[in-house]
């Protein structure tokens, strides 16, 4: 069975690193991804560095000692500065870990981190370690529109794979496609040629010949589940697939809700933005932003079933105070519910999802009830 540890530095937000374990957890399977979210890796400063990035061309490539190509990268001054560590300080940070919490020599840890390297990859494998790998966890803004979680996920499964495809980098040099073909094993020496196979998601027959041998049926089948998967989140984040119809929105009895016609898509909301969102839902003619209060004792009971933190005079001040005209507590709420929607599926099939009305109207939710399904 694989085991995958993930581990984030200090400077990755949990709400990212809680993404891309959700993202990686959705699809069940053979191989496990596992994290503790209260164990951080600190990289000492003495080990960073400052870097000047002269031009937008050497941003955007790797250093490596294949063909070299280029491209307009743009959204970017330069020349920049920015942080870098070299890959012993972060595979070092890798062991640290994996001793500190006893994992096992066949179990892989991964470390995220929003610090780049000397060598401007992705993300890459320790070579005398294989089972250690990091990823860069920042930038991704620059080559594909979507919450940085995808493509971190898919470089999880990139490192995995690549383990058992390649012993060293000797193979790699020889076996990775050096011009993109939308194969998980396309080098992207230029760094904008990830969105290639980002948006396959796929193995071509070759590597997975590599494969065969190497890992069963079943953990193959897994990850390519586990990329299909985020393949389709992706596109839909993107605003593609947006002539599609708006699909079904399911809530399970543990009150978590999933978009069950889009790849199954978690929407993460928090136990306020869940009640808010609950109580709009029963509503569908909407509600007055200032009528809020009239719907206190409701909101109340939504909240009291959904949130498992705090005593209960602390839940009823968190509902007077989102009830409450003069406070904006009800808006932020509407507003992060968007954006996570946004996020998910789009700006346009989104519309039909959050909530939403014209100043000093009732605001609402367009979704037709029929496609929405309460356990």
């Keep these: 069975m694989i085991k995958v540890h993930l581990v984030k530095s200090s400077e990755v937000s949990p709400e990212l690193f809680t993404q891309v374990i959700d993202l990686l957890q959705a699809i069940p399977g053979p191989m496990t991804f596992t994290c503790n979210l209260e164990s951080v890796v600190n990289i000492d400063e003495d080990e960073r560095f400052v870097k000047t990035v002269q031009r937008k061309e050497d941003f955007e490539k790797k250093q490596i000692m ?5 491209s307009n990268l743009t959204n970017y001054s330069f020349p920049m500065k920015r942080e870098e560590v ?8 890798c062991n640290k870990y994996r001793r500190k919490n006893r994992i096992k020599e066949n179990e892989f840890v991964i470390l995220l981190t929003n610090i780049a390297n000397d060598k401007n990859w992705f993300a890459c494998l320790d070579e005398s370690n294989p089972f250690n790998g990091f990823i860069h966890s920042d930038d991704w803004q620059y080559y594909i529109k979507c919450s940085d979680a995808f493509p971190v996920a898919y470089e999880v499964m990139a490192l995995v794979l690549q383990k058992h495809m390649f012993n060293g980098y000797l193979d790699l040099r020889t076996a990775v496609h050096k011009s993109p073909i939308g194969c998980v094993n396309d080098l992207c020496i230029h760094k904008k040629e990830i969105v290639l196979k980002l948006r396959t998601a796929d193995i071509c027959s070759h590597c997975m010949e590599l494969l065969q041998d190497k890992m069963t049926m079943p953990e193959i089948h897994h990850a390519l589940s586990i990329m299909n998967s985020l393949r389709e989140k992706m596109l839909f984040a993107q605003n593609f697939g947006q002539s599609k119809p708006p699909g079904r929105l399911l809530i399970t009895s543990s009150k978590k809700f999933f978009l069950t016609d889009f790849g199954n898509i978690e929407i993460k909301l928090r136990p306020l933005e869940k009640a808010i969102y609950i109580l709009f839902l029963k509503y569908p003619e909407g509600i007055y932003h200032s009528s809020l209060s009239d719907h206190r004792e409701e909101l109340y009971d939504i909240y009291t079933r959904i949130s498992t933190t705090g005593d209960l005079h602390e ?3 968190r509902i007077d105070d989102m009830v ?8 932020q709420k509407m507003s992060r519910i968007k ?6 599926i789009g700006t346009e099939l989104a519309k039909f999802y959050y909530i939403k009305g014209d100043p000093g109207k009732e605001k609402s939710i367009a979704l037709d009830r029929k496609l929405l399904t309460i356990e």
């Design 315 to 317: 839940m009823k001040e």
């Design 339 to 344: 954006r996570v929607f946004e996020e998910a």
């Design 66 to 70: 294949f063909q070299e190509s280029r």
């Design 86 to 93: 070299t890959w012993h300080t972060l595979f070092k940070n």
């Design 324 to 331: 409450n005209a003069l406070s904006d507590s009800a808006s």
